[in-house]
């Protein structure tokens, strides 16, 4: 641009230019300290996790213990159109405007003030997508004027605020092979820092990192060890080491995927991803502890290189995943991290070198181990683990087992949140068991690459779901809120004394923090199984939610699914506040 360009504009001129400025602000850009600085600012909500380390607090309190029984809705958004399913997703919201992503790859971007829809932008997908568990997504990242979210045909979409039009677009990598995306991308350093879907069919497991502003790759690091990693464009290293704890070519196909959303903790400038099963589920075709699948992996973002590991679930032959977040806090002086297991165990690491520091049970019934080793760090394994089918008579099908909790989890992807007022996690846990079989597997490209069998089973007549307020140092169940339905969606809390969670059967409620008290609920029409947020405009303080009941439990839960089948699909998005005193 010439230095001199308003030489020749008249002062009218000039001042018509300003009245256009003043008329059509642009929207303010994401910085890179709004996104550091997201926990703290209450006048938005920029980063998945309520801000990096993921702990979903808000020192919000203007709704509190004692108001919170007037909150009414301020606008409710439908998703429209005849597409539904699971609607998982967290909001974001910035300067006056909201962006939220749907089922089948939409996002939305709406005035938050008043509800209204600015633009929608549908991803036109494929056919032949392998999404394993619904067709959901959990949310998008904003980085300066882009707004940037993930499809399932595994392409990652950046969009320009103002306009919904595509700025960039890149190809994670081929659905047909079974990759996706449903997760929401993090911002870290400038690079958004994505996973991959797909561990059910025999993919290969990487954490990425890309400019944001453009999209171009920076760094690669796969999650099964042998696969080489990549830095602007050059090999940076093999993960791990070839056929240390994996036997002959299993490898090649591992799995591991980081599905879910990560976080990114300044202390120790590190990026947090969980991963998934080994591939294939039977655990009997790959003896070796499988790295590092069902583990988390701390990577420096500057380098792309795995920092320290934890493995909570060595050879998983139950699918229990390692993929839940590991949200950062600190106590006693020291920097730690949570960690609630679909396996069952809550676990409390040292998040400056991934040291277990401790361990214990967040459900009623563990039976695939009787507790976590605090010196090795490994699980005191029972033997309740599947038969292998070449053992079987038939060599079709192994011993089937009853073992608990199921493969979908103590707690499954949705996120816990932590309050550093009370010290307390709020862990949106279910009791359930599965009888879980083993059957011979081949891989083929773009089939289920499981060779197991199973029925998820409730355990108990009058709930299934359990919101439960866990002490992180003592492993106390200070107090706990039984749902009939399991538990699926995500939890928040906040300075006002409040913890936030919906249910499938349709409510978004609030609790007590201190002594989970129910203080208020409202009916939101369908399942709510996304993750709350809350912020502040105009001296108001809202809460906003989606609702649409979905996700993998009506697709896989088996005696559970069919006992939830009454529960209504939907799509929307409610907005609440107290009303005008
Ligand atoms: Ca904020
Ligand atoms: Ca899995």
């Not at 008579?393 to 103590?410: H, N, Q, R, Y």
């Not at 597997?441 to 007549?461: C, D, M, Q």
Request: glycine share 14%; proline share 5%; with cysteine.
């Amino acid at each position: 641009m010439n230095n001199n360009y308003l030489s020749g504009v008249s002062v009218a001129g000039a001042t018509a230019l300003l009245t256009v400025m003043l008329a059509a602000p642009a929207q303010a850009a994401v910085s890179d300290s709004d996104i550091a600085n997201d926990a703290k600012t209450t006048g938005d909500v920029v980063t998945w996790g309520m801000g990096l380390q993921g702990q979903r607090y808000s020192p919000l309190k203007k709704i509190n213990t004692e108001n919170v029984k007037n909150m009414v809705p301020a606008w409710v958004f439908s998703y429209g159109g005849e597409k539904q399913r699971g609607q998982e997703a967290q909001p974001v919201v910035h300067d006056g405007r909201m962006f939220v992503t749907a089922s089948y790859s939409r996002l939305y971007a709406i005035d938050a003030k008043t509800g209204e829809e600015l633009w929608q932008y549908d991803h036109r997908l494929p056919d032949g997508i392998l999404p394993c568990c619904d067709v959901v997504n959990r949310g998008a990242a904003l980085y300066g004027d882009l707004v940037i979210f993930g499809t399932l045909d595994a392409q990652l979409v950046a969009l320009n605020q103002d306009t919904g039009k595509v700025v960039w677009k890149e190809k994670i990598d081929d659905f047909k092979a079974g990759y996706s995306f449903t997760a929401a991308p993090i911002i870290v350093k400038g690079m958004v820092v994505t996973g991959v879907s797909g561990g059910e069919f025999g993919i290969v497991g990487r954490v990425e990192a890309r400019d944001a502003k453009t999209g171009k790759m920076v760094w690669v690091r796969p999650t099964v060890e042998g696969h080489m990693g990549t830095k602007d464009g050059k090999e940076n290293g093999v993960t791990g080491k070839v056929n240390a704890t994996w036997p002959g070519d299993m490898w090649k196909t591992g799995g591991a995927a980081p599905w879910l959303g990560g976080a990114y903790d300044a202390d120790t400038n590190l990026i947090f991803y969980g991963t998934g099963n080994p591939a294939p589920w039977n655990a009997h075709t790959r003896p070796g502890d499988n790295l590092y699948s069902t583990s988390t992996v701390a990577i420096n973002p500057d380098t792309g290189k795995i920092v320290w590991h934890y493995q909570y679930t060595p050879n998983d032959g139950w699918d229990y995943d390692g993929v839940n977040e590991l949200v950062s806090f600190d106590s006693g002086g020291k920097k730690l991290a949570g960690h609630a297991d679909r396996n069952g165990f809550f676990y409390v690491l040292d998040r400056t070198n991934g040291k277990l520091v401790n361990a214990f049970p967040f459900v009623k019934q563990i039976d695939w181990a009787k507790g976590i080793d605090l010196k090795t760090g490994r699980p005191m394994e029972t033997g309740v683990r599947a038969g292998d089918p070449t053992k079987s008579a038939d060599g079709k099908k192994g011993e089937t087992i009853f073992v608990a909790p199921s493969f979908l989890g103590g707690k499954n992807w949705m996120p816990m949140a932590y309050s550093p007022d009370t010290n307390l996690f709020y862990v949106p846990a279910n009791e359930w068991g599965m009888d879980l079989w083993n059957e011979p597997v081949t891989y083929k490209k773009g089939a289920a690459y499981l060779g197991a069998g199973f029925t998820i089973k409730p355990l108990n007549e009058d709930y299934i779901g359990a919101l439960r307020a866990i002490d992180p140092n003592s492993g106390k169940i200070v107090w706990e809120y039984k749902n009939n339905a399991p538990l699926w969606g995500g939890v928040m809390t906040t300075g006002g004394g409040l913890v936030f969670t919906g249910t499938p059967e349709g409510y978004l409620k609030a609790f007590d923090a201190k002594t989970g008290k129910e203080l208020w609920k409202f009916q939101t029409g369908s399942g709510v199984v996304g993750c709350p947020i809350t912020w502040e405009m105009d001296g108001e303080q809202y809460v906003a939610v989606p609702s649409g009941w979905g996700g993998a439990v009506p697709l896989w839960g088996g005696d559970v699914a069919k006992k939830v089948k009454y529960l209504n699909q939907g799509g929307s998005l409610w907005v609440f506040k107290l009303p005008a005193s």
